[in-house]
Nanobody, 113 residues
């Protein structure tokens, strides 16, 4: 059974940081490119960052220089370090293996000014 469990969201003030975690199970984690997505109220889900099996990362322009994606294959976990948070980062954040069609429940990030 494929499962992604996101955690680490919360309510923070603008300029603060959060670290999201996503524990994956039921997949061959180390051979999958992983990604973080987010969906703000009334908006479409968008990709935030990806990390390949070899550790190559890509970021949406809106988060470049502020967010860092990483992975720890031994724990089947992918992380998203979010610094200098802005109000527009408010969304539900999801992780996903890019080649698979499964989604977790997501974790809510709310940034107040």
């Amino acid at each position: 059974q494929v499962q992604f469990v996101e955690s680490g969201g919360g309510l923070v003030q603008a300029g603060e940081s959060l670290r999201l975690s996503c524990a994956a199970s039921g997949i061959a984690f180390s051979i999958n490119t992983m990604a973080w997505y987010r969906q703000a109220p009334g908006a479409q889900r968008e990709v935030v960052a990806t990390i390949s099996t070899g550790g190559i990362t890509n970021y949406a322009d809106s988060v470049k220089g502020r967010f860092t994606i990483s992975r720890y294959n031994a724990k089947n976990t992918v992380y998203l370090q979010m610094n200098s948070l802005k109000r527009e980062d408010t969304a539900v954040y999801y992780c996903k293996a890019t080649s698979l069609g499964y989604w977790g429940q997501g974790t809510q990030v709310t940034v107040s000014s």
